[in-house]
């Protein structure tokens, strides 16, 4: 059978990986903002209810893993698919942070399958005041 997705360069992230046991098991696409005093970790993981899903934080990392039951297919499975994306069973995110954080601060909400997760620095830095314009030459 061919696969569809498109290879990626050494050091980028494979968004889905087949395990040993031949299960699909994907890893979801993140944004992080830094706030100043707290970071704001936004994850793609539509389909997956709230409940599971572990966040397991350290002083400087953020591993985000769940698990979907197997959807009962009834009819489904004398289907012939030409596509079949959304029959992953897990995902798992491992996120490095730059700074020290307070784990036991860390807050998440769930809204239209993004995951939302406040995470507060230990000792934040704010930036010095005011921006400076730098201009860009040709």
């Known amino acids: 059978m061919f696969d569809w997705r498109l290879p990626r360069e050494t050091g980028m992230l494979r968004p889905y990986a087949t395990e040993e046991d031949g299960t699909l098991s994907r ?10 005093d ?21 002083d400087d990392t953020i591993e ?3 698990e979907q039951s197997e959807e009962e297919r009834g009819e489904d499975r004398t289907y012939n ?3 079949n994306e959304r029959s992953y069973k897990s995902f798992y995110r491992s996120i490095p942070i730059p700074e020290e954080i307070l784990p036991s601060k860390i807050t998440a909400k769930m809204n239209n399958g993004i995951l939302q997760v406040d995470v507060p620095k230990k000792s934040p830095i704010r930036p010095a005041g005011g921006s400076t ?6």
């Open 133 to 138: 314009r730098i201009e860009i030459k040709y």
């Open 81 to 83: 698919y030409i596509y």
């Open 27 to 36: 890893t979801p696409l993140v944004d992080m903002v830094d706030k100043g």
């Open 64 to 66: 985000i893993s769940g």
């Open 38 to 58: 707290r970071y704001l970790l936004s994850l793609e993981i539509p389909g997956i209810d709230k409940d599971k899903i572990q966040l397991n934080p350290t």
